[in-house]
C-alpha cells in the first residue's frame, strides 16, 4: 500500500521569498516519487521525478527536492518565488521497479503575493 | 519531447448523450496510457489502465460499461462516456507512460453534461 499526504492544501508567499511544498509518503516498498505542477483547466506537468539515485533531485523551473528516507519526506523548494510558480502542486508515489499504479496527493494551491 | 494531446478541450452535451474524448501521445510510443478524472479542488481520481491491443483494467467502483475505454494503436486511447448525465460532468485528464514510473499528462478535456 501506498499513499501520500501534502501538508497545507494552500500556500502564499510573496514574490522572492522561499517556497517549501511539504510531501510525506508512505510505502512499503522503496518508492518513486513525483511533483507535478497544474495550472488552471490544463494537465499535469512533470517537475521533477525521484528513481532511486541522487536523494537531491533538480527539476524544471528552479524547483528541487530531496528525498529524505529517514522521514519519509519529498518537500519541493525553489529559493525564489517568481509569480508564474502560482499553480497546484501535486505529490505523486508510486513502488519501484516495473509498472505500479501512482497515488497522487490532494494538492497544494500555492499563491504568489507581488 | 513526450507531449500528449487531448481531443476535445471542452465539451457541452445533453444528458443521454454519449461524448468520446481522444488520448494522443505525439512523438512516442505509448503502450500503457492512464485516465483520470478530477473533481473541483480535489486531485486526479485514476479511473483505468488502458493497454495497447488489450482490454481496460478498471479501478474498483469504476463502471465500465458507461466509461468504455479503446487503446487501439501505441499512440491513440479513447474514452466513451456512455449515456452521460450531469453528475458526469468533470474534467478528464489522460497521460501516458514513457519510462519506469513517468506519466505525462495531456492538457485535460472538460465536460459539462446538461
Known amino acids: 500500500a501506498q499513499s501520500v499526504t501534502q501538508l497545507g492544501s494552500h500556500v502564499s508567499v510573496s514574490e522572492g521569498a522561499l517556497v517549501l511544498l511539504r510531501c510525506n509518503y508512505s510505502s512499503s516498498v522503496p518508492p518513486y516519487l513525483f511533483w507535478y505542477v497544474q495550472y488552471p483547466n490544463q494537465g499535469l506537468q512533470l517537475l521533477l521525478k525521484y528513481t532511486s539515485a541522487a536523494t537531491l533531485v533538480k527539476g524544471i523551473n528552479g524547483f528541487e527536492a530531496e528525498f529524505k528516507k529517514s522521514e519519509t519526506s519529498f518537500h519541493l523548494t525553489k529559493p525564489s518565488a517568481h509569480m508564474s510558480d502560482a499553480a497546484e502542486y501535486f505529490c505523486a508515489v508510486s513502488p519501484s521497479g516495473g509498472y505500479q499504479k501512482v497515488t497522487f496527493g490532494i494538492g497544494t494551491k500555492l499563491q504568489v503575493i507581488p | ?114
Not at chain 2, 492512464?34 to 473541483?40: C, N, V
Not at chain 2, 465500465?64 to 460532468?89: C, G, Q, R, W
Open chain 2, 1 to 114: 519531447g513526450a507531449v500528449v494531446s487531448q481531443h476535445p478541450s471542452r465539451v457541452i452535451c445533453k444528458s443521454g448523450t454519449s461524448v468520446k474524448i481522444e488520448c494522443r501521445s505525439l512523438d512516442f510510443q505509448a503502450t500503457t496510457m492512464f485516465w483520470y478524472r478530477q473533481f473541483p479542488k480535489q486531485s486526479l481520481m485514476l479511473m483505468a489502465t488502458s493497454n495497447e491491443g488489450s482490454k481496460a483494467t478498471y479501478e474498483q467502483g469504476v463502471e465500465k460499461d458507461k466509461f468504455l475505454i479503446n487503446h487501439a494503436s501505441l499512440t491513440l486511447s479513447t474514452l466513451t462516456v456512455t449515456s452521460a448525465h450531469p453528475e458526469d460532468s468533470s474534467f478528464y485528464i489522460c497521460s501516458a507512460r514513457l519510462r519506469e514510473q513517468t506519466q505525462y499528462f495531456g492538457p485535460g478535456t472538460r465536460l459539462l453534461v446538461l
